[in-house]
Each structure stands twice: as C-alpha cells, then as structure tokens.
C-alpha cells in the first residue's frame, strides 16, 4: 500500500478553493472564510527563509508517557521514552523519532515509532516521538495540509530548541531517526539547521517536491488529477525548488545512515540510492545499508537495522 495516499486525498480537499489568483491580491476566500494575507503567505516556510529563523527555547512538559511542547503558540504532543536509572547530570542523550504518514482515524502516539524507541530507551537514549499538529493531544493543524507539511520541520526545530528546557534531556547530545516521510523531515531538519545531528534514515522519502507527493497519486480516485491542479496553483507563485530538500544538500553538516529495503512497495531502492550517491557526490558522511527482501517497514531487516542504527548513534 502506498504510504501517502491518505495525504492525497487531504490535499485535493484542502486545497481546492486554493491561491489561483492573481500575484498583486491579498484576499481568497476558503471554506473558513475570507483570509487576508501578504501576496505570498508559505514563502516564510521555504529552505531559504527557515534558514534564517532563530529558534528560542519554549515550554516543554512531561506528564506520564507524553510530552508536550509550545510551537507558535500551538501546543503539540508527543510520546516519551525514558531509559531505566536515574538521570545523568547532564541528562540523556536523545533521539528525536520522526514517523511517517498515518491517517488520522487511525493514529496513536507512538505509531511507527514505537518499536525503534523501545530498543533506544533500552540501551540508555531518551526518545521523543512528536505526533505533529492535528494528532495525539496536539492542537489542530492548519485548514490546510500543504501548510502543515511545510510546517513539520519548524516543529522538530522548535522541539530540539527547547530541549533546554527538559531537565531529563541533554540538548547537546541530539540525534535523529526518521521513517518514510520523516525521513524527509529529517533531512529538512539537517539542511536547515546545518547541524550535526546523527541521523538514522529508514526508507526515507527523498525525492523533491512537489514529485515525493505526486509519485503516489495513482491511487486517487481522478488519479491525481485535482492534486496536480493544486500543485500547478502552488508553483504559479512560487518557485518549489526553494521548498524542497534537493537544492540543499550542501547545507548538511551530518553524519547520516540510510537502510532501504529492496522489497519496498512504497519507497522504490533507487531512491535511497540516489540519495547516497547525491551526498557523497557532496563529500557528505552518508552510508548506505541494503536488506534484500525487506519491506516499506524494513521487515525481515529490522533487527539489523536497529542495531547498526544504535552502533551509528554511540559512535557519533
């Protein structure tokens, strides 16, 4: 099954009544009403723009096996993971978990997180698992999917940011793990912030956009004509080289570790391989690790993957 399709169908509903005006106008009107805005309102998510945001330190609370932290004023929830002992002087070091997509009707913290954050807590990381705006206990996303795709790297962001504020975490010892869709906000994450986060990728989607959205259109009912409408809308104001990942590589400072099963329904094995190839070509620290026969899930590679995941995270 493709793994986006869910967000394919939000897109064409979400968007249908989208920005197909002309560039000088201010004012569209939405299911929601009539909005007003700068002529180009996501201009401030493109990579150039994040690049220049500073990212201050906000609240951040743990209550039971959640955590919960502020992002422009939007709370958005999260599911922890704390290794067994007591607390380190400076705190754990911590793995940021980035799932992929989930449709909402069936979401649960820790959905497609969870295994992996088991055997890192288990061996001394403290995992936290963001649900994103719009799931879990967070509050509501925005009357837009688009909006909220572009706005996931600005909520890891603000999450490694207040990792000063968590007295269980130590903010300078962060890595990342991300799957499928996560993977790509992963590496958002590593282009724009230029740090050096150690990061584990798992059949990541690392295609440009607006392709990583349009690749899994085929299961559409119109297959993907409406989405592409809305994707035409999109690029007739703004350049979507500036919101995507492949313009970018040379920002990123990381060591990264890729897994890729060749069984994958969902992420074809070219794609990883592209990945490795184009960062290498950048003199970037990326490796690539191949499971024949194992799936979108890494299925029949998983213990493998897990534990060269936990070798890549205690060597950097």
């Known amino acids: 099954m ?10 064409i509903l979400g968007f249908s009544v989208w920005y197909f005006w002309p560039k000088e106008k201010k ?19 493109s990579f150039p723009k994040l690049r220049e945001r500073v990212f201050i330190p906000d609240g951040i609370w743990v209550e039971g ?24 002087t400076n705190g754990w070091p911590v793995i940021i978990m980035l799932r992929g997509y989930v449709d909402r009707e069936i979401y649960q913290p820790g959905v497609g997180t969870r295994r992996a954050a088991e055997m890192f807590s288990q061996n001394g990381y403290l995992t936290l698992a963001p649900d994103f705006l719009g799931y879990g206990g967070s509050d509501q996303s925005f009357p837009n999917n688009l909006e909220d ?16 504020n968590l007295d269980m975490a130590n903010p300078n010892q962060v890595a990342l793990w991300g799957h499928s869709n996560g993977g790509q906000i992963a590496l ?19 295609k440009p956009f607006p392709y990583s959205i349009l690749y899994y259109t085929d299961e559409a009912d119109d297959n993907g004509k409406a989405l592409r409408r809305v994707v035409a809308g999109f690029e007739a104001l703004y350049d979507s080289d500036e919101f995507s990942i492949q313009n970018y590589y040379d920002w990123i400072s990381a060591p990264v570790q890729v897994h890729q099963g060749t069984a994958d329904e969902a992420v ?5 391989q592209a990945l490795e ?3 290498k070509d950048k003199d970037k620290n990326v490796k690539l690790y191949i499971y024949p026969g194992a799936d979108h899930n890494l299925l029949g590679g998983w213990e493998a993957a897990v534990e060269r995941s936990l070798e890549w995270f205690k060597q950097k």
Do not use: C, N
């Open 65 to 88: 096996s959640m955590f919960y932290y502020w992002v422009e004023g939007k709370k958005v929830s999260g599911q922890i993971l704390k290794p067994v002992g007591s607390v380190p």
């Open 268 to 272: 074809p094995l070219k794609w990883s």
């Open 2 to 11: 493709r793994l986006i399709a869910g967000l394919t169908v939000g897109l």
């Open 149 to 164: 795709r572009f706005f996931h790297p600005i909520e890891v962001l603000q999450l490694i940011a207040s990792l000063k």
């Open 188 to 206: 958002s994450v590593l282009e724009i912030s230029g740090k050096d986060f150690p990061t584990s990728l798992w059949a990541p989607v690392s």
């Open 277 to 279: 190839k184009s960062l």
């Open 27 to 45: 004012v569209f009107l939405s299911p929601e009403g009539k909005w007003t805005f700068e002529s180009k309102p996501f201009e401030k998510y």
